[in-house]
């Protein structure tokens, strides 16, 4: 579903980890990324908390790989 105007978005491509959306109706484009595992709940409508939470939790685990 589209970020910005919650509109549902059309999958353009598909990859191993990721997929790559965009929307039809304010043409946003966005990816989604299946890396960390699959999703237990739907991705969306999120807020921007929760948003900002994944964020921090990639940097994280990033820190984290960095160190190997
Ligand atoms: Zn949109």
């Known amino acids: 579903m589209c970020p910005r105007c919650l509109e549902r978005a059309e999958r353009v491509t598909e990859g191993i980890e990721d997929d790559s959306y965009e929307c039809p109706s304010c ?17 969306w409508p999120t ?14 685990l990033k820190g984290e790989r960095s160190e190997d």
Do not use: M
């Not at 043409?27 to 991705?43: A, V």
């Not at 929760?50 to 940097?59: D, P």
């Open 27 to 43: 043409g946003e484009g966005f990816g989604i990324d299946w890396s960390h595992g699959q999703p237990d709940r739907p991705c």
């Open 47 to 60: 807020t921007a908390r929760e948003i900002e939470e994944a964020r921090l939790t990639q940097a994280c």
